[in-house]
Nanobody, 128 residues
Framework: QVQLVESGGGLVQAGGSLRLSCAASGRAISTRIMGWFRQAPGKEREFVSAIRRDGGDAYYADSVKGRFTISRDNTKNTVFLQMNNLKPEDTAVYSC?????????????????????WGQGTQVTVSS
């Protein structure tokens, strides 16, 4: 079974940057689509970004497009989320997720139900 542990969150001023990491253990994640989601207080979990198994394609939520970049290093079993030009509305707990083993890359990759392993999350707070 895959276990996921996020790191890299923290407090940053608006306009700043953070780089989140998601380290996987237990099994290789090279066979899985990987995603990042976030949840702000009082709000539902929302999709942030997803990356294809080989790292050759990615999806982004409109709210982060052009500011966030997802990447992966399958040799290190790790996924990253580079977040630039952060805004107060980016404040949330960010979680990485591993897609279902037979999951298809495509328009459903933003859906929560396409992922079956979740990390505990890391807090990102952006001050104005």
């Amino acid at each position: 079974q895959v276990q996921l542990v996020e790191s890299g969150g923290g407090l940053v001023q608006a306009g700043g940057s953070l780089r989140l990491s998601c380290a996987a253990s237990g099994r290789a994640i090279s066979t899985r689509i990987m995603g990042w989601f976030r949840q702000a207080p009082g709000k539902e979990r929302e999709f942030v970004s997803a990356i294809r198994r080989d790292g050759g394609d990615a999806y982004y939520a409109d709210s982060v497009k052009g500011r966030f970049t997802i990447s992966r290093d399958n040799t290190k079993n790790t996924v990253f989320l580079q977040m630039n030009n952060l805004k107060p509305e980016d404040t949330a707990v960010y979680s990485c997720a591993a897609g279902r083993v037979l999951g298809r890359w495509g328009s459903d990759s933003y859906k929560v139900n396409q992922y079956d392993v979740w990390g505990q999350g890391t807090q990102v707070t952006v001050s104005s």
